[in-house]
T-cell receptor
Framework: DVKVTQSSRYLVKRTGEKVFLECVQDMDHENMFWYRQDPGLGLRLIYFSYDVKMKEKGDIPEGYSVSREKKERFSLILESASTNQTSMYLC?????????FGSGTRLTVV | QKEVEQNSGPLSVPEGAIASLNCTYSDRGSQSFFWYRQYSGKSPELIMFIYSNGDKEDGRFTAQLNKASQYVSLLIRDSQPSDSATYLCAVATPGAQKLVFGQGTRLTINP
C-alpha cells in the first residue's frame, strides 16, 4: 500500500512565524498535492506538483509556497502564519488519478 | 454552477437499510470518478472508483455512473453504524492532473 506521511499531526504556531509542513510518499508517485479543509468549505487545493522542482498554483495559493526538491517529498510553507490559516492541512499523492491522502496536520495559529 | 455537487446532508438512514449518495458534475468530458469516505477528524480514504457507465460493485458498496446524465452515485447496502461518515465525490477531467471534489455528504446510520 502507498504510504503518505505528514510529519506532524498537530501543530501550534504563533502569528508571523514561518511554518513548514512536510509530506513524504513512498511509492514513486509523480503528482503531489496540498489541500486545506475547513468546515463548510470542503477541500481546497493550495498547490500541486507533477514533477521534481515543478509546481502549480491551486485555488488558494496566497500566503503559501511549496518546495519539491526530491520526488518523494513535497513541502508546504506558510511564509508568515496568520490566524486565518488555522486549518486541517492534507497532503496527497497519485500516480495517475486516484489520490492517497496523508493523515493530515491540524495547524492552529495563535 | 459548482463543478461537482453533492447534497451536504445530513442524510440519516436506519441500520440495515440502503444508503444512497448522489453526485452531479458539470464537465461532460470527465472520465474518472471516485468516492472517498472521511471519518470525523481523519483524512479521506478511497473506497470506490468507476470509469465506465453502469454499475461497479465491491462488497456492500456499489458505484453507479451515468455519463449522459452526468451523474454518479454510491449505494451502501446493509448500512452499519460504522458507515457513518462524510462521503466525498471526486471527478477527474481529461488532461487535468488533479481531482475536483464535491463538498461531501454527511451520512448517519441510526442503530
Amino acid at each position: 500500500d502507498v504510504k503518505v506521511t505528514q510529519s506532524s499531526r498537530y501543530l501550534v504556531k504563533r502569528t508571523g512565524e514561518k511554518v513548514f509542513l512536510e509530506c513524504v510518499q513512498d511509492m514513486d508517485h509523480e503528482n503531489m498535492f496540498w489541500y486545506r479543509q475547513d468546515p463548510g468549505l470542503g477541500l481546497r487545493l493550495i498547490y500541486f506538483s507533477y514533477d521534481v522542482k515543478m509546481k502549480e498554483k491551486g485555488d488558494i495559493p496566497e500566503g503559501y509556497s511549496v518546495s519539491r526538491e526530491k520526488k518523494e517529498r513535497f513541502s508546504l510553507i506558510l511564509e508568515s502564519a496568520s490566524t486565518n490559516q488555522t486549518s486541517m492541512y492534507l497532503c496527497a499523492s497519485s500516480l495517475r488519478r486516484g489520490y492517497t491522502f496523508g493523515s493530515g496536520t491540524r495547524l492552529t495559529v495563535v | 454552477q459548482k463543478e461537482v455537487e453533492q447534497n451536504s446532508g445530513p442524510l440519516s438512514v436506519p441500520e440495515g437499510a440502503i444508503a444512497s449518495l448522489n453526485c452531479t458534475y458539470s464537465d461532460r468530458g470527465s472520465q474518472s470518478f471516485f468516492w472517498y469516505r472521511q471519518y470525523s477528524g481523519k483524512s479521506p480514504e478511497l473506497i470506490m472508483f468507476i470509469y465506465s457507465n453502469g454499475d461497479k460493485e465491491d462488497g456492500r458498496f456499489t458505484a453507479q455512473l451515468n455519463k449522459a446524465s452526468q451523474y454518479v452515485s454510491l449505494l451502501i447496502r446493509d448500512s452499519q453504524p460504522s458507515d457513518s461518515a462524510t462521503y466525498l465525490c471526486a471527478v477527474a477531467t481529461p488532461g487535468a492532473q488533479k481531482l475536483v471534489f464535491g463538498q461531501g455528504t454527511r451520512l448517519t446510520i441510526n442503530p
